[in-house]
């Protein structure tokens, strides 16, 4: 272990352990090239001067998709395997052109700074988006009045961790932006790298054991936590475990030309620019915008969750049933403009999973994705013709269209078609408080 040194600075690339880390290094420059053509169309499709932060974060988190993989399993790091045998390629190639030209010196520090500033990038940028919830948003009305089952694993991780309270979701992004900063710094890096391996191996867990569907991501920045880490591992232990000094480890040295120190500071401006325009973009945008929810809001006078007083079909009374498939149990109407509906008839599940991609408000489903429990439909009102229409979210052709009327501030009445025959709907809202709001050590709650 202590000839550690030795083999970085001054050993050249002929031998088979200098030949490994030659493909370690292009394999590591091969994950933040565009090498899909779906990421190059994307990007052409970008707003990038509209400050919608959630299209910089989307180039911050690229990686690779070559292959089509499966979305879970072993098979889902596909695309590794096949960037692994490129790079091999690759290497061989290098090695064979330049031959006594590279020292694993000169590589270690070429991956050294792609990787921090890699890894940087990310850590601010999801730091950012935490602190106003974008990423794990607060559950809606209509999660909180489903089920603990009635929930897809991942919906249950972000429902439960987006109602943290005392500021836990961007306590989160605070410390993802520190361990960002510390990794820009050449002198910090080695403290940010530890940091950062702790944290992110929490996310490696939390995808795997909710299966959040972003594992092979969170795999890539935690792989790059370690690879900066791993040349501290000696110290470290000597430090923290044998209590022995720890030799600081010997960077590698070489004269800088002109051109790279204008390089390095034109790198330095270009960040500070592209972090400036994200942070710029989460405090303009956010409030107005709502993501991952909708951003109307012109029904927020109506939201709550409503009891179906009466349900009438075809001058038929049907009374309240937990079986009855056409029966609407209760109704949640958002602050946004989405209902959903809670009836025996079981909902379409879907098994997408979150995004930060932006997307414009009809095409914003995270309220409706991993619910299993309640029907979700997009709605609107026309106070002309006092009526409103409700287009199923996930359901196709599942459409409603009712006659509205309010009866004072708790009481809708809905009149139209429910299976080609006349139905008459009163909805009566409940005042309802919910004990996550109320927090701990409360008494006196009202149900």
Known sequence: MPNIQKLFIHDKLQ?????????????????LLPLDWSFLKQIF?????????????YLTTYSPNI?????????????????AIIAFALAYLIKYLKKDHFTYGFLHEFTTTIIRYRLAIIAIAFGLIKLNHSQLPEPSLSDLNTSYGGFLPWKLYYVSTGYATSGYVPILGVVEIIIGLLLLSKKWYGLGAFFAATY?????IANYAYSIGHHVFSSYVLLLAILLLVKYFWSFFRFFFAEKVAEP??????????????????????????FSIIALSVLFNVEKDNFPYSANKQYEKLSGLYNVESFVIDKDTIPYSITDSIRWQNVVIEKWNTISI?????????????????ADNEARYYDAIGNGERHFYRFNIDSTNNSIALQGLLEAGDNYQFRIKTVGKDTILLDGNILNKPASIVLSKVDKSYLLQKGRRQTNYKI
Request: hydrophobic share 55%.
């Open 15 to 31: 031998t088979k352990a200098g030949f490994l880390y030659l493909v370690y290094a292009v394999f590591i420059v091969l994950f």
């Open 45 to 57: 499709s970008l707003k990038l001067f509209s400050f919608q932060y959630q299209d910089w974060v």
């Open 67 to 83: 292959i089509r993989v499966p979305a879970f399993g072993f098979a889902s790091y596909g695309n590794w395997f096949l960037l």
């Open 200 to 204: 992110f191996t929490n996310v490696v």
């Open 249 to 274: 480890f010997a960077e590698y040295q070489f004269v800088k030309s002109a051109k790279c120190i204008r390089f390095h500071k034109l790198s330095n401006v270009f960040l500070a620019l592209y």
């Open 342 to 358: 809670k009836t025996a008839k079981p909902a379409a599940l879907s098994f997408q999973r979150p995004s930060l991609f932006y």
